[in-house]
């Protein structure tokens, strides 16, 4: 069992930048694929960036590709987005999750086991 909290979140003006958080409990967090995704009003909960469990792979969506960094420190329990050159269409609120197995990155929503609360974050133009 994962619990995840994220935090982070915010209003920024466009061209700005946030870092989330997502602080997970459990012993067993270094053997957990991590993802970000996001959800706007009214739209799917899409796909934003993965990491692997070791870090040593990761992947993005093409709208966030050369702006948003995923990174992890299994040392504590914690996985961050690294969210620059933001733009008012990123305004969603951000939900991380994990998954277990030492497989590949997964993009899908299904993939996933366990999801946080989410953190709102608001990008004004």
């Known amino acids: 069992q994962v619990q995840l909290v994220e935090s982070g979140g915010g209003l920024v003006q466009a061209g700005g930048s946030l870092r989330l958080s997502c602080a997970a409990s459990?012993?067993?967090?270094?053997?957990?694929?991590m993802g970000w995704f996001r959800q706007a009003p009214g739209k799917e909960r899409e796909f934003v960036a993965a990491i692997s469990w070791r870090g040593l792979s990761t992947s993005y969506a093409d709208s966030v590709k050369g702006r948003f960094t995923i990174s992890r420190d299994n040392a504590k329990n914690t996985v961050y987005l690294q969210m620059n050159s933001l733009k008012p269409e990123d305004t969603a609120v951000y939900y991380c999750a994990a998954r277990g197995g030492l497989g590949a990155v997964a993009r899908t929503v299904n993939e996933y086991e366990y999801w946080g609360q989410g953190t709102q974050v608001t990008v004004s133009s």
């Open positions: 459990g012993r067993s967090f270094s053997t957990y694929g």
